[in-house]
């Protein structure tokens, strides 16, 4: 497994357990008390949906700008280097 894939792994499985933990503190904290909300009536819901947003959000975060960098700078159009005509 490669370096950037293997950091990219942890990221996301961070971003699931802070978004888990996230979840169930705010069912814990400021849920819904009288059990109409769906989604924060119950822990294991809001902590499930907690996770998939903290990995949704992990999700955003670039990975490989290096690699990425260096893609774009060797496809640059003025790079100097232009096809001849004729």
Do not use: H, Q
């Not at 792994?9 to 996230?22: C, E, K, N, Y």
């Not at 947003?53 to 955003?60: M, N, P, R, S």
């Amino acid at each position: 497994m490669s370096k950037n894939k293997r950091t990219r792994l942890i990221t996301l499985g961070v971003g699931i357990l802070v978004g888990a933990v996230g979840g169930w503190l705010y069912w814990r904290f400021v849920g819904c008390l009288g059990g109409t909300c769906p989604i924060w009536s119950s822990p294991w819901i809001s902590t499930g949906y907690g996770g998939l947003l903290g990995y949704l959000l992990a999700g955003l975060l670039p990975f490989g700008t290096e690699k990425f960098a260096s893609e774009t700078e060797s496809t640059d159009p003025d790079s100097g280097t232009r096809p001849t005509e004729g």
